[in-house]
C-alpha cells in the first residue's frame, strides 16, 4: 500500500505520512508539484504501483482516516470534506463532492465525483484501468473531476464510496478562512 501526499513546492504540508510508516507498513511518498501538472503526473506515475493507493491533497487534515479507508471493501473511498468560502469565494461552506447535480447537501453513500482531498483508490481497480496517456495533461485543479469523469465514462459501475467521517480543509482553520 502507498500514501502518497501532493504537495505544491514550497508548501509545509500538515500530515506527516512517516508517523504511519511502521504501524501500516505503506510505502510513503511526498510528490512536491512545481507545474500545473506535476499532480497528474505523480498520480500517473504512482497508479501502477502495486497495493492500494491512499492519496493525500497538502491542505486536507485527513491522516486520521487512513486506517477505515484502507479497511473498507470498496474500491474507492473518500470522506466526507467540506469547501469553504477562502477556497470558492462563495458566501458559506459546502460539501465537496457531488453527484452529477452540483454539489450533495447532506452525506450520501455514494458520490459520482469525489474532492480526492484523502482518497483510496483500490489496486484492483488501477491494474484493470491503466490512466490514459491523456491523463498527464491534467491541471492541478480539475485532477479530481477529470479523474472521476473517466471512471464514470468506463462504464463499469465505478463510484465513490463516501465514509460519514469528515477530514478537515486547512481553510476551515487558516487565519483568511
Ligand atoms: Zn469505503
Known amino acids: ?44 506515475l504512482v497508479w501502477g504501483m502495486p497495493g492500494d493507493l491512499v492519496v493525500i491533497e497538502h491542505d486536507v487534515l485527513g491522516a486520521h482516516l487512513i ?17 469553504y468560502p477562502a477556497t470558492t469565494g462563495a458566501d458559506r461552506w459546502r460539501w465537496a463532492h457531488s453527484d452529477g447535480h452540483g454539489p450533495i447537501e447532506e452525506h450520501q453513500p455514494y458520490v459520482r465525483t469525489a474532492a480526492l482531498c484523502t482518497a483510496k483508490i483500490s489496486y484492483s481497480l488501477r491494474r484493470a484501468n491503466p490512466l490514459p496517456l491523456g491523463s498527464a495533461n491534467w491541471w492541478w485543479f480539475e485532477v479530481d473531476s477529470a479523474l472521476s469523469k473517466w471512471l464514470w465514462a468506463l462504464d463499469r459501475g465505478y463510484r465513490w464510496h463516501v465514509h460519514p467521517a469528515e477530514a478537515v480543509h486547512v481553510h476551515r482553520v487558516s487565519a483568511h478562512a
Do not use: Q
Request: hydrophobic share 40%; net charge neutral.
Open 67 to 83: 486506517p477505515e479507508l484502507i479497511n473498507c471493501p470498496e474500491d474507492l473511498c473518500v470522506p466526507m470534506v467540506k469547501l
Open 1 to 44: 500500500m502507498s500514501i502518497v501526499v501532493f504537495r505544491p513546492h514550497g508548501y509545509r504540508t500538515p500530515f506527516h505520512p512517516v508517523a504511519f510508516r511502521s504501524r501500516l507498513r505503506t510505502a510513503n511518498v511526498e510528490w512536491p508539484c512545481v507545474d500545473e501538472t506535476d499532480y497528474a503526473a505523480g498520480l500517473r
